[in-house]
Structures are given as structure tokens and as C-alpha cells.
């Protein structure tokens, strides 16, 4: 079987999406509707991610065993060490970001087996005053 060709109109690339480009390789431009759960999980290399629209609750188990989380906003920059057990979950409007793994290759993720969860991955929910 062959590939096919067509030639088609380029959109216009912004400058900054340009720079968010590593010296050589590639990036993940992720879109999660509303509430999307990425259960525990690592990777094999240094990851960051870039939250571009809308909104995430990063949780993650930090280098002394401890649950952590934050909530992260448009223009928020995560750096994720490599081996960092962690998940997220999309905020009520959903959310976009970049993720940029080191060099710009290809990070395996393993995801981890429920047994394995440190806890049960949480709900995104902002208390309100």
C-alpha cells in the first residue's frame, strides 16, 4: 500500500508555540475535555508540561513518599522529574498544554496497577469561600 499526498494551506504558527519547540525533536500538544482522569503513572525521562487553556489538578508523591497536588492554571510550567509517580485530572472547562519530554524524544509511560496507587486519584475541586 502507498501513502497518499494532497497539498493544503498552512495555518500561520504563532511565535511562541514555535519557541515552546525543543532544539531538536518534538512536543505533545494534549487536549482533555472536562474531568479527564490520568490515573498514576511515571515516565522514563525529565518531562514539562505547559498548560496552555483551562485549567488541571497535578497530584504526585514527592521524594519522601508524601502526597502533594496543585491546581494549575493557563501559563502554568511543570517540570516533572523522570520516575515521578504521579496523575492529573482536567478542570471543569478542560484543558490544553504542551507536554515537552527531555531532548524532544519519545518518554515511555508506564502506568501504575491500581494495586499500586498511593491513594485514589481526587476530584478536581477549587473550595469556595
Known amino acids: 500500500m502507498s501513502p ?3 497539498t493544503e494551506a498552512v495555518p500561520q504558527l504563532g511565535t ?3 519557541e515552546l519547540l525543543p532544539e531538536q525533536g ?3 500538544l494534549q487536549h482533555d475535555q472536562p474531568g479527564k482522569v490520568h490515573d498514576w503513572h511515571h515516565h522514563s525521562l525529565d518531562e514539562e508540561l505547559f498548560i496552555l487553556r483551562g485549567e488541571a ?3 504526585w508523591v514527592d521524594e519522601n513518599g508524601e502526597y502533594r ?3 494549575c492554571e493557563r ?3 511543570i517540570t516533572l522529574t523522570k520516575g515521578t509517580r504521579h496523575g492529573s485530572v482536567a478542570g471543569p472547562e478542560g484543558a490544553v498544554y504542551m ?5 524532544g524524544r519519545s518518554a515511555i509511560t508506564t502506568f501504575l496497577a491500581p494495586t499500586e496507587h498511593p491513594r485514589p486519584a481526587p476530584a478536581f475541586a477549587r473550595a469556595t469561600v
Not at 99 to 103: F, G, H, L, S, T
Open 99 to 103: 507536554i515537552r519530554p527531555q531532548n
Open 16 to 18: 511562541a508555540l514555535l
Open 75 to 77: 501559563g502554568t510550567w
Open 4 to 6: 497518499s499526498f494532497s
Open 57 to 59: 489538578l497535578l497530584f
Open 26 to 28: 518534538s512536543f505533545e
Open 69 to 71: 497536588h496543585q491546581y
